[in-house]
Structures are given as C-alpha cells and as structure tokens.
DNA sequence: GGCTTACGTTAGCAGACACTAACGTAAGCC
DNA sequence: GGCTTACGTTAGTGTCTGCTAACGTAAGCC
C-alpha cells in the first residue's frame, strides 16, 4: 500500500470522471440552487433528451445530483456532498506542498522558462 | 453570461481533463512532496516511458507540474498552484448549495430511495 | 567525431465515451 | 382499455485518448 490507489479514492475517480464531461458541469450548475425535471433541463441544450439522461443517470451514480419522483416527472437537484472526495484530494496537495514551499520559486521558474 | 460557461472555466477544463486519468494523478502525488526524474517516475509503474512522458506532457500543459533541467535529466515537480481555478469550482457549489440547504433533507431521501 | 544516457515525438491501434434513433415503461386522463 | 406525457434504456456509430514501438534530439564523456 502507498503505491497503489486508496480504496477512498475510488470516490474521488468517479466524482472526476463524471465532472470532467463539460455539459454534465454545466447541468450540476443549472441545478445547483433550482429544482429540475430532466425535460426543463434537456431543452435548454440542443442535444436530445436521450443525451441528457445519461449524463443525468452519470451524476446521480456518482453521487452528485439526487432524484425526486413527483408523478411522471422527476426532479433533479445537485448534492455537492458529493464533491467531498474530490475536495479532500485537492486539500491533500496543498497541505503537502507547504513542506516543499522553499522549492516553488525555482520550480515557477521552469514553468516560465519552458516554452 | 451566465449560462454559458464562463472564460476561466477553461483552466478548470484543464485541470479536470488532466486530473481524471487516475495514472496522471498517481504521478501528481509521486512528485507532491519530492522533485524527479522523468525516468525515476516512470520506473514506479508498468508502462514505457513514452507514456509517462506523455501523461507529464499533459501535467505540465494543465500547469500541474514544473519542469526544471539538469544536464540530460529533466526534473519533475507538482504545481499546487494550478489547482486553483478547480477549487474555485468546487467552492462555488458548495456557497450555493447552502442557499438551498433547508431542502437538502428531502434530496438526501431521494438518493436513498433509488435503487 | 563517436558513443551513451535521458529524454520527447510520431504513427498506428485498441478501448472508452458522448451522441442519435428506436424502443420500453410507468403515471395520469378520458 | 386506449391515449398522451415524461421519462429511462439499448444498439449502433464517430471521435477522442492512452498505449506501444520506432525514431529524433540534446547533453555529457572519451
């Protein structure tokens, strides 16, 4: 262990994998402060609804929206709990790069050197 | 503005299209804390070095990494920095969901009722 | 100049993924 | 029961992407 990937980690991959998809960002966006039906959300894009599921039923397993039955409609809105996991990673590399904080002002050189 | 995706979006787009493939990340954590060799990188995993030099390639071009050389040796480091625009994201969620956190009670039982 | 070391770069391929079109399903109305 | 509405699901397709193998290049040694 150490080398290989956490089991928490797991968590982190999906969350990535699902925000990575730029429409699937700017869906959890439409629904991050408004209540949804996956109709309202497929016509403001020009992709069909078929589209639009998928990449509704992507977040809702990733843990990023939740699903509200309310007759045949059914009510997204994001669950940014879900972005935990992918909180802590990013937390994880700021609190270690403060151990190597006398390396950066050489290391912002090579990014500027580099052309 | 406003529904469409805004201008620094694209380094998030960046970050994230770097930040999904799980060997990339892996490489991230492998240079967080200590500076190395491309070869020395690619010794820790089971592929060719090609493919670790692409992977850092893509590292660096999202401003995750720096590259600093010494003689023949080109020294990798992790660039925290770049996480910034991510971050951002993800604690522009996390503001507005507290807006909506009353009806976060019932979201919480929609995911718990799908199966 | 020739050799080795330590890299990046390019071509080509296999698998992953976002999309459309067609179909299936459950709720509500008549 | 039959119809409509509002969805998800599946099959099939074009495109992207991570990989290997082969080649190119720059630095240091002799």
Redesign the interface.
């Known amino acids: 262990m150490g ?1 290989s ?1 956490s089991a928490h ?1 797991e968590a982190t ?1 999906v969350a ?2 699902a ?2 998809e ?1 429409r699937r ?2 869906i ?1 966006r439409l629904v ?2 408004t ?1 949804l039906a996956a109709g309202e959300i497929a016509e ?1 894009f020009e992709v069909t609804r078929s589209a639009v599921s998928q990449h509704l039923t992507v977040l ?1 397993s990733a ?1 990023l929206v ?3 039955r309310e007759g045949t409609r059914r009510l997204y ?4 709990a879900g ?1 935990a996991g ?2 802590e ?2 937390d994880g ?2 609190v ?2 403060l ?2 904080a006398r ?1 950066m002002v ?6 500027n050197d ?1 052309a």
Chains 1, 2 share one sequence.
């Open positions: 080398l990937a980690d991959e990535l994998r925000l990575v730029p960002r700017a959890l991050v402060d209540e403001r809702k843990g939740t699903e509200r809105r994001a669950r940014p972005l992918l909180r990673f990013l590399m700021w270690t790069s151990d190597t390396g050489e290391a912002e050189r090579g990014i580099g």
